[in-house]
Structure formats: structure tokens, C-alpha cells
């Protein structure tokens, strides 16, 4: 048989490879939400006041906001009612005693650091890549840190910088996304348990690709993590995220937080491979990804460009977006966000053209198969005193199988006579003429389909590290691993 | 202000029973039933608002609207001699076949329907009731949903007057029929709510003229609905011009069903209006159809125009064209929403949607959301859009050669527009409309 | 090498080749010439196997094998090239990385060795010499934004790359200038050897001045009405097509008879 579209409508899904549980003693919060629960994680983690000052009053604005019913609900996805006493808000593994070096770590997390691919011991580490490696609520390691110190650069879980250094996350924290912001950054503000923090320091540019890695592992509970970064000015760093969880029938929550501050002439580029289990072929379980990213561009001439590859998650509810409040800066937003099974993604940016001069770019690649259903949403918003402003959007859908839907919502709104935006956007399914280009060319139905999909991506894994696009090709591929009869 | 809101219903209420009073005469059973029917709708929801989360009305605020007091005529007061013959000339009566409502009546004295073939009907709707119950009571209300949309659901249930119109198989009407609807009061805060049903049968062809006119700058609501429904084959060309008084309120609804092989153009023109929305809503019912919407918006001062076009696909073989184009000048604000929506299990749907908009004041805005909600993947959809202030490189090239600033920056805008206005496929429309934009841009902006 | 045995073809419900029969040898060049609309391309489609081309009757013989219901794909590893008449665009993928996802391909199914990135580079470079082609092309996307001629050229560096057995070559002259054109030609005159053979498909006969023909075949809608020697092709441009017009009716009356019996 010849590959037509109808072979590619028969696309089973490889079995998800990271659904194994690793088996190592926790440490739980009750489950459920009260006051005493945050009291609870905060003297965990020896907290100073101000941060749980902070907390209590997000969660008593979220208490408003539960109260009113106001979780959002014009996302183009659709789950039952998320029951928020039946979560468990922090879980961590029993440290056997305290932690002196890596050496201390339990060898049973360092050996699932090592089955995903990211090994942390000191002879098998990834040449060129710090990891800071979070295991359900709390970082378990950071590896490099002292290579980074020379430079002067801060790379370490949350936590760590809560104590060493209160006075920047102080500074810093909310500033660019509220507790007010939204439901799940407000639940997040309140009961986020940990996460990575990095600091560049004057001009210095940042000889590493920092990482992080999370990983849900236990049953019932939510994942709340809170990343963030500040590039001081003059600075660069490059920063990437993955995430896997096991296989597990009921859905759990992952509402995290990041936070990305440039100061002039700084740049950040902060890449995501998100692969949290999606569910199973019939849509049971997998992980509901309610995620606020934002970056502020608050100094002149700064960037921050941001690049995800979404194959994970049952349900994916993200706006990675840049405020561009300095004169000349540039925000950027790459993004693949692949549904197959019964997935739903409603993802995309903001890009709020504040400063004079500013630029966004935004290209966006949606790719629909099964019962999936990916929604481009996104917003530009020129405003009044920002002259001069740019953008160019692109958002481009490929639908393959006649069960799933490809939607895209742009809104565009222009305050400034000044600006100049152009926005194109194109849905198909894969081409049969290119397809039988290939055939004829020898390939199979499948090599076809994974170098056309590969190129219609190509524009986006361009933007991520070497490594990680190499990664990222791999995960489309299997993702998309087809029987073509 | 809620209070504000509910008194306002209620007012709308009150006249409601004041209407029927007046209408029962000449009203049959369905068509009480269907009014009452509406009013509770619209009881039931009231105006909409521009709630969060609320995205239809997201861009457009109609609380100045909820908040209005405004009257419903309960019976003629009008006298046609009041019109100014200037701008019954200047509406071009004498090139097509006319029916003139005046402040929501018929006005027979201005109305002109005689030279119509013989096969087609066109009457007063209050009329089509009585001459074709069935045929009437089989389509009217039944395309323009009221169950979700307050406005069509005042519409509806204050609905008495209008065009009804009735083109059967293999006819094909030569000038086009023009529904002029003036609005002649010296008073304010008036109500009207036109309505159009236009059906048309197998092989049939013709054109259709929407005419929104005022004879006073005065305040005042106008809430149409219009339905057009194409048989088999036929081909309708739609005109809709909206030239309101700058202080009015316009909130118009246009539903298309496209039958099978049908074809359908339409060409809306924004001049006038304080708050306009309109909602293009346009089904392809049956294969093989295609329909081209286009519109021209010009704002000025303070005006709001929100056009929000909904081209669902229904059937294979479809085909949708869309190309709207806006010249914001003042404070003015214009919105343009445009989804398409495609329908689980179609082949071959193509799609384009294309609306730019062109920025003359630091303080005007332009909002933009095209949409696509598609289920099929046998589709090939695009959408563009562009928001602009004229290209200084353009404007440096026409005056390096002789040209003056003001001469080029003139030729630009006009130029911007252009592009729709080439769109219109009948030269006498295509001439008329750029009249007509020229006209309104010489009147905005000195050009 | 190729035999095509009273091939019906039809494509939407629409009946367009209407059994065509011809016989290919090794270190042949056969030139099929025909207006538009004939079923040049569809001929050409059908040898490839585009889906949607259906055989209703007849076979088509390659290499003693029966392909008639092959995949397009498993026809290519057999060794059927054909040259696009309208390349396609592959946006994103390079075209260096796709020559040699295609080299590798059939190599595989051969069980030949498969080339990396530096081996392949070497080849590819050689190749380029042969068909006179930019090498800056080969890092750019495969046909996007590429000229008229571009496209053409491309298609005979896969040829080269690929080295078919049997390449069918669907209009490779059309929308070339004639140094181009002299410029593919000469590519093709290189690339002929006696162990493989090249069926032109083309409208005008320009092309046959420099790749000269050992048969040439009139198609007419969806038949052979004649073949000859390349003096044929001559006779076409002098002529024009209508002078064959006759003979179609003359054959069609004669399978009416046929049929009819």
C-alpha cells in the first residue's frame, strides 16, 4: 500500500516510556487546603516571615476567588471539577540524613535521574548542562553549582535561595506575575513547595545550559514549583525545563510559576520539552499542565525568547509571554504543541508591547491527531506609548485523522498608529503530493511522515539548544510512531 | 446599575404589551407565539455585557445602549413629504427597485416595486404573513437565532414591518432591489427594528441593497435582522450600506444559509454610527456552495464598529472568502472578529480571511481576532491579518516623483481600500462604492 | 527491462489511459510526446505509482516483476526514478538531509551500506559537478523558493544521486531557457549508460535535438497512435499534433470494432 492520509488516521501512540514509579520513602502534607497546610510547608522549609506572609494572603485571595467560582473556563478544553482538598500539596523524599554532597543523595533517585537520561553523578554528567533536578515538591540536586559560582552565578532549588539569599527573591518575587494574576497562579503563590532560582550577575554570560528537571512521582499529589530567573544587565543565560510522571488513572495537577526578569541588554532563552504523561488511548489519567510563564523585558535593548515543545500532559493550559516595558526590546515565543490520544492544548503568548521600538516574533506549530484537540490562543497588545512596535505572528496547524481539531484564537489590539503587525496563520492536513514525493524517493509511509512533520517543526527546534532539538525530533518521532500498513 | 438595567427591561417589557395590544388585529396565532416567545428570551437575558470571560461581546461595550431609554412607534407619525428629496436622490431611488421603511414603516409614497417581474414577491412582511402564512411561517425566525442572542431576541419579538421577499426558480431580477430603511424622526431615543427575510429558488439570481440612512443627526437604535436563504444554484449579490446618523446606536444581525451550488456576495459598508455592531453569520448548508464577504469600515471621532463574521462550515466542497479592510482615524475604535468554524467529516473546505486595518491617529484602535474552530482535516484554511499607519517609504516614493506629501499620503488611503472595492464583481456597484468611500473619506479626513 | 502490457488507467472515475503498451531495454532512450491532456503525466504517475491511479486492466513488467500493484516506494527501491514535472516543496527540510534519507532508504532495502553525513557529503559533492548545480542549493529547503530551472536541475541530481534504472523524466524541459536546457540535457547525456534506460515525457520535441531518442511514441488521449525513430518527433514540430488526430479516430473506430466482435 501506498501512504495516503488514511494510513497516518491509524496512529497508535508509543507507550509512554517515563511511567515507571520509583520506590523511595515520603514525606507528606496532610492532604487538603487550609491555612494550617501552608503554615505547614513554611516552617518545612524554615521559611522567613515575608514569604509566608505572602502566601497567606494569596491564599486567602484565592479563597475569594474559589468562593466566586472564577477558575478560568474560556480555555477550549473540558475536564470534570478539579476536588482541591483531595490533593496532596507537598511531598518529598525522607532524606536518610543530611545531605552533605551528592555522594549522600539516595542512590534510588540518583538511579531515576539516570533512566531518564539525566545523569547527576559527577563522571556521567551531561558535558556543557547544569541540572537542578526536582522530585516532586522539593529539588533533590544541582549539579555545577561551584563551576557556576566562579562565574558568580546563582543556579540553585528555591528553597536553597530562600535562605541565602531572601533579599533578591524578596525584590523579585511576583513582580512579574502577581498572586493576583490568575486561579492557578494564586494557588500556586499560596502552597508552591519548590523550584529553581538563578541569578546572572553583571555582563556575564553564562558558560553553561542551565536545566531543570521535574519529576512527579507519588500518587494523589499536585506538583507546585516556582522558577526564577534574573538576568542582570548585560547578561545571558540559556535555560531548559523537562518534565515526565508516571503512569497513573487519575489525573494529577501541575500549576507552576516561572518568572523571568531581563535588565538591559540582558537575554534569557528558556526552552521546555514538556512530556508529563498524557493519559492513556482512552484519555484515562495523565497530568492537567495549568502553567503561568512570563517574562519581563524590563530593561532597554533586552530579550527574552521563549521555545516549548509540548507533547505531554492530558490537558496543557499555557501563555508563556514577555511584557516588553524597556525601549528596544524583544520578546519571543517558538512553540510545537503535538495532541494525539484524547490530549487537549490551549497554549500560546501575550506579548504586550509596552516600551518604544519593541519587537515579538511568534510562530506557533500545532499538530492534531486521534481525538486531540490544540487551540493556538494568543494575544498582542501594542499600547498607546509604545511607537514604533513590530510583530509578526505565524501559527500553522497539520491535522492528520478526521477525529481531531485544530483551532486558532489570535487577538490582536492595536493602541499605537505606529505599529505595524502582520499575522499569518495556516491549517491543512499532510500534504499526499509531498507524501508521494517521498514514496517515490524510496522512503516508507513513516520516514515520509516523520521528515515532513520534522520540517513543518523545523522552525521551532531550531531554537533550542543542540542537544534538546535533537531530543525534541526523537520525542515528535515517537510520539507519532504510526502503523502504516 | 443594576437596577438601571432592570428598569430598563422592564420598560421594554411595558411597550411590549402596548405592541401586541396594537398588533393583535393583524397578528396570527404562530405569530404571537413566536413574539412572546422572544421577549422571554430577551427578559431572560437581558443586554449582554462585556463581562470577563463574556467573548462575543468582549470589544463592545453596549451598557450606553442597556442603559438608553429608548421608544418604540407604536403607529405611523411620520409624514413622507418630510423627507428632503436631496437625500432620496443621493440614495440613487431611481436605479433600483425600492421598498422604504421610514423610522420602521412602509412608506408607500417612496416605495417603487412596480417594474418587478411578475413572479417575484416582494411586500411588506406584516403583509407576507397574510398573502403566504405557510411559506412565511415555515422560514420566518428560523435561520436568525433568539435563544442566544439578546438583540435578535428584541428583534424578533418586536418585529412587524419589513421586507419580505421571494424570488422563485429561474428568475432573474435585472436592477437590484434596494430595502432602504430611513431614519426620519426629529425625535430621539426611537427603537426600530427592521427585518429582512429574502428567499430565493433554484437558478434564481439577484441583488440585494441594505440602505441604513438618517435624515437627522439624532440618537437613536436601530436593531436589524435580516435572514437570506439561497436555493439550489442561485446567486445573490448583498449590499449592505450603513450610513447612520453619527450619533446612533446600529446592532445588526445577517444570516445566510447557502444552499447547495449557491453563491453568495456581500459587501458591507461602515460609514455612519456612534455604537455599530454587525454579526455576518453564513452557513454552506449544501455542497458545492461558496460565499465572498467583504467589507469596508471608515471611523472617525469617537466612533465604535465592531464587525464580527461567522462563516460555518456545513457541508463538502465549500468554499469562503473574506476580505475586510478599516481606515481608523479620531478616537475611533473598530473591531473585526472572524471565525470560521469547520464541521466534523467534511472534505475538501477552503477557506481564506483576510482583514487589515490602517491607522491615521495616535489615538484610534484596532482589535482583531480571526479564529479558526476546525474539525475536519480535509481543509486548507488561512487567515491574515495587518494593522499599519501608511508606509513612509511609499509616501517618500511617490514624492520623489513630483507627487505632493498630502496628494500621496490621499492616494495611499484610498489605495488601502482599493483592494475591496476591486473585489465587487458588478461594475455599476463597483463604481457606486467607490463613490460612496470616496464621498466618506473626503468627509472624514479632508481627502 | 520495462513492459507495459495494455495498461487501462483511470483516475477519479475518469478513464485516461486506454491500453498502452510498450516494451523498454536496457540502454534505451524512449520519448513519448503528446499535447496536453493526453495522459503524458498520468503514464508517468502510473510507472511511479502515485496513489489514486488505478489500474483497471493491464501490467506493467519491470525487471521480470510484476509492480502492477506496488507501492510507490517499493517501485523507487526497485529502481523507477521519476523526475517531477512540477516538483514539490518539503518547507523545513533541507535538502541535502532529504537526498540522503532517500539514499539511505533504498540502499537499505538492498541491503547496502548506508552512508553518514560526511561519506554522503562527499557523494553529494561529486553529483553537483555532474549536473552543473549550485551546492548552496543543497542547504536549502527541498524546492522552496527554488526557480523554475532550480527545480529541474534538482531533480536530475537525485537521479544521479539515486542511479536508477529506469528514470522517467516528466517534461524536465519545460520552463527552461535553452541554456539550461542544454545544461540538463548534457547532465542527462552523462548519466545515460548501457545498463539503464530513460523514458522523456515532453510536449515539444526541443529537447530531443540534444538527448536523442531511439523510439519515439505519439500519445493521444490516452493511446499510442504511433511510434517511430526520432525523425518522428521532427514531424511533430513541423506538423503539429492534429495530423495525428485521424489516426486516433481510425483506432478508436477499430476498437469499437474490436469490441464490438
Known amino acids: 500500500m501506498a501512504t495516503t492520509n488514511e494510513d497516518l488516521k491509524t496512529i497508535a501512540s508509543q507507550q509512554y516510556q517515563y511511567g515507571w514509579v520509583t520506590d523511595v520513602e515520603s514525606e507528606e502534607a496532610p492532604k487538603g487546603l487550609t491555612e494550617d497546610t501552608i503554615r505547614w510547608i513554611s516552617s518545612k522549609k524554615n521559611e522567613p516571615q515575608f514569604m509566608l506572609d505572602w502566601r497567606l494572603k494569596a491564599f486567602r485571595h484565592w479563597g475569594k476567588l474559589v468562593g466566586k467560582s472564577e477558575s478560568p473556563t474560556w480555555a477550549n478544553i473540558s475536564h470534570p471539577p478539579i476536588d482541591y482538598q483531595n490533593i496532596i500539596y507537598y511531598s518529598a523524599p525522607k532524606p536518610k540524613k543530611k545531605l552533605d554532597s551528592l555522594d549522600e543523595v539516595d542512590p534510588e533517585l540518583l538511579s531515576a535521574y539516570e533512566k531518564l537520561g539525566i545523569p547527576l553523578d559527577e563522571q556521567k554528567r551531561l558535558a556543557g548542562v547544569a541540572v537542578d533536578a526536582i522530585f516532586d515538591s522539593v529539588s533533590i540536586a544541582t549539579t555545577f553549582q561551584e563551576e557556576l559560582s566562579k562565574h558568580g552565578i546563582i543556579f540553585c532549588s528555591f528553597s536553597d535561595a530562600l535562605q541565602n539569599y531572601p533579599e533578591l527573591i524578596k525584590k523579585y518575587l511576583g513582580s512579574v506575575v502577581p498572586y493576583t494574576d490568575n486561579f492557578y497562579a494564586c494557588l500556586n503563590a499560596a502552597v508552591f513547595s519548590d523550584g529553581s532560582f538563578c541569578y546572572v550577575p553583571k555582563g556575564v554570560r553564562c558558560p553553561l545550559e542551565l536545566t531543570t528537571y521535574f519529576r512527579i512521582n507519588s500518587a494523589n499529589t499536585g506538583q507546585f514549583e516556582r522558577t526564577l530567573i534574573i538576568a542582570d544587565e548585560g547578561s545571558y543565560v540559556s535555560y531548559l525545563e523537562g518534565c515526565s510522571a508516571p503512569i497513573r488513572d487519575e489525573n494529577q495537577l501541575h500549576a507552576a510559576v516561572v518568572e523571568l526578569i531581563t535588565l538591559d541588554n540582558a537575554e534569557i532563552k528558556y526552552s521546555t520539552i514538556q512530556n508529563w504523561y498524557p493519559g492513556d488511548q482512552n484519555g484515562k489519567g495523565g497530568i492537567y499542565n495549568f502553567v503561568t510563564k512570563r517574562g519581563k523585558c524590563q530593561g532597554k535593548d533586552s530579550k527574552i525568547s521563549w521555545t516549548q515543545v509540548e507533547t505531554g500532559s492530558a490537558i496543557t493550559w499555557k501563555y508563556p509571554s514577555v511584557i516588553l516595558l524597556g525601549d528596544n526590546s524583544i520578546g519571543e515565543f517558538y512553540s510545537v504543541a503535538l495532541t494525539k490520544g484524547y490530549q487537549q492544548a490551549d497554549t500560546g503568548t501575550k506579548m504586550i508591547h509596552i516600551g518604544k521600538n519593541t519587537k515579538s516574533k511568534i510562530i506557533s506549530k500545532g499538530i492534531s491527531s486521534g481525538h486531540g484537540n490544540n487551540t493556538y490562543r494568543g494575544l498582542v497588545r501594542i499600547m498607546p506609548k509604545a511607537d514604533d512596535a513590530h510583530n509578526f505572528t505565524q501559527c500553522d496547524s497539520l491535522l492528520i485523522g478526521s477525529s481531531c481539531g485544530a483551532h486558532t484564537a489570535p487577538y490582536v489590539e492595536v493602541q499605537n498608529k505606529s505599529a505595524h503587525l502582520e499575522h499569518e496563520a495556516f491549517t491543512s492536513k499532510v500534504d499526499e503530493d509531498k507524501l508521494f514525493y517521498c514514496n517515490q524517493r524510496g522512503m516508507s509511509g513513516e520516514e515520509a511522515q516523520s521528515l515532513i512533520i520534522n520540517g513543518f517543526c523545523k522552525e521551532v527546534f531550531r531554537e533550542l539548544p543542540f542537544e534538546f532539538a535533537v531530543e525534541a525530533t526523537r520525542l515528535m518521532d515517537l510520539n507519532l510512531e504510526g502503523s502504516v500498513g | 446599575m443594576i437596577q438601571v438595567e432592570q428598569t430598563n427591561i422592564e420598560n421594554y417589557l411595558s411597550a411590549f404589551k402596548i405592541f401586541e395590544q396594537a398588533e393583535s388585529s393583524t397578528s396570527s396565532n404562530w405569530m404571537i407565539n413566536l413574539r412572546r416567545n422572544a421577549i422571554a428570551q430577551f427578559e431572560n437575558s437581558g443586554f449582554p455585557t462585556a463581562r470577563r470571560g463574556n467573548e462575543e461581546w468582549k470589544y463592545t461595550d453596549v451598557s450606553p445602549i442597556a442603559k438608553g431609554s429608548f421608544k418604540i412607534l407604536h403607529n405611523k407619525s411620520h409624514n413622507a413629504n418630510q423627507l428632503p428629496d436631496t437625500k432620496y436622490q443621493q440614495l440613487e431611488g431611481s436605479a433600483c427597485h425600492n421598498l422604504v421603511f421610514v423610522d420602521g414603516f412602509l412608506d408607500e409614497n417612496l416605495t417603487n416595486i412596480s417594474s418587478l417581474p411578475k413572479e417575484v414577491l416582494v411586500c411588506n412582511l406584516s403583509d407576507a404573513v397574510s398573502i403566504e402564512p405557510t411559506f412565511t411561517q415555515r422560514h420566518l425566525a428560523k435561520y436568525a437565532d433568539f435563544l442566544h442572542h439578546p438583540f435578535t431576541a428584541l428583534n424578533t419579538a418586536f418585529m412587524a414591518q419589513g421586507a419580505f421577499i421571494w424570488v422563485p426558480p429561474n428568475i432573474s431580477i435585472d436592477k437590484p432591489l434596494q430595502v432602504l430603511f430611513i431614519s426620519s424622526s426629529s425625535n430621539s431615543n426611537l427603537i426600530t427594528n427592521p427585518r429582512i427575510l429574502a428567499l430565493t429558488g433554484e437558478n434564481s439570481k439577484f441583488t440585494l441593497i441594505e440602505n441604513h440612512s438618517a435624515v437627522n443627526e439624532n440618537s437613536y437604535l436601530a436593531n436589524v435582522v435580516s435572514e437570506i436563504v439561497l436555493g439550489t444554484n442561485s446567486n445573490v449579490q448583498y449590499y449592505r450600506i450603513q450610513q447612520e446618523s453619527k450619533k446612533a446606536f446600529h446592532i445588526s444581525t445577517t444570516h445566510v444559509e447557502l444552499g447547495k451550488g449557491s453563491r453568495f456576495f456581500s459587501m458591507n459598508l461602515d460609514l455612519g454610527g456612534e455604537i455599530v455592531r454587525n454579526n455576518l453569520n453564513v452557513v454552506t448548508e449544501g455542497e458545492d456552495s461558496s460565499c465572498s464577504v467583504n467589507g469596508i469600515y471608515i471611523t472617525t471621532a469617537s466612533q465604535h464598529i465592531d464587525n464580527k463574521v461567522v462563516i460555518n462550515h456545513n457541508s463538502s466542497y465549500t468554499t469562503s472568502r473574506e476580505l475586510y479592510k478599516g481606515i481608523l482615524s479620531g478616537k475611533s475604535k473598530a473591531i473585526f472578529h472572524g471565525s470560521i468554524v469547520v464541521r466534523e467529516g467534511l472534505r475538501q473546505i477552503d477557506a481564506l480571511q483576510i482583514d487589515k486595518n490602517l491607522l491615521l491617529s495616535d489615538q484610534a484602535q484596532a482589535n482583531t481576532k480571526p479564529a479558526f474552530w476546525i474539525y475536519s482535516d480535509d481543509v486548507k484554511c488561512g487567515h491574515g491579518a495587518a494593522s499599519g499607519q501608511i508606509d513612509r517609504n511609499a509616501i517618500f516614493y511617490l514624492t520623489s516623483r513630483g507627487i505632493s506629501e498630502s496628494d500621496a499620503r490621499n492616494l495611499l488611503v484610498k489605495g488601502f481600500v482599493q483592494e475591496v472595492i476591486e473585489s465587487i464583481p458588478n461594475k455599476f456597484y463597483k463604481d457606486k462604492m467607490d463613490n460612496m468611500v470616496n464621498a466618506s473619506l473626503l468627509d472624514v479626513l479632508g481627502i | ?261
Open chain 3, 1 to 261: 527491462m520495462l513492459e507495459i502490457k495494455n495498461l487501462n488507467v483511470s483516475t477519479d472515475n475518469t478513464h485516461i489511459l486506454k491500453g498502452i503498451s510498450l516494451k523498454v531495454s536496457a540502454g534505451e532512450i524512449h520519448a513519448i510526446m503528446g499535447p496536453n491532456g493526453s495522459g503524458k503525466s498520468s503514464l508517468a504517475f502510473s510507472l511511479a505509482g502515485k496513489p489514486g491511479y488505478n489500474v483497471t486492466s493491464g501490467e506493467i513488467i519491470f525487471d521480470k516483476t510484476n509492480i502492477t500493484s506496488m507501492e510507490p516506494e517499493g517501485r523507487a527501491r526497485a529502481g523507477i526514478f521519476l523526475s517531477f514535472q512540477h516538483p514539490v516543496e518539503v518547507p523545513g527540510v533541507r535538502l541535502d538531509q532529504f537526498l540522503r534519507a532517500s539514499f539511505n532508504a533504498i540502499n537499505k532495502s538492498r541491503e547496502m551500506d548506508q552512508l553518514d553525513p560526511l561519506q554522503f557529503d562527499k557523494k553529494l559533492k561529486e553529483r553537483l559537478k555532474v549536473v552543473d548545480m549550485d551546492p548552496a542549493l543543497t542547504k536549502r529547503f527541498v524546492n522552496t523558493g527554488f526557480s523554475g530551472g532550480e527545480k529541474k536541475r534538482n531533480e536530475i541530481l537525485q537521479m544521479a544521486i539515486l542511479q536508477p534504472q529506469l528514470a522517467v523524466l516528466d517534461e524536465p524541459d519545460s520552463g527552461l531557457d535553452v541554456d539550461a536546457l542544454k545544461s540538463v540535457a548534457d547532465a542527462i547525456n552523462k548519466l545515460r549508460h548501457s545498463s539503464n534506460a530513460i523514458i522523456i515525457i515532453t510536449h515539444y520535441q526541443r529537447i530531443l535535438e540534444y538527448v536523442v531518442p531511439d523510439a519515439v511514441h505519439i500519445l493521444m488521449d490516452g493511446r499510442i497512435v504511433k511510434s517511430g525513430n526520432k525523425d518522428l518527433a521532427r514531424e511533430v514540430e513541423s506538423q503539429g499534433y492534429e495530423q495525428f488526430a485521424n489516426y486516433l479516430s481510425n483506432q478508436s473506430h477499430l476498437t469499437e470494432k474490436e469490441s464490438r466482435q
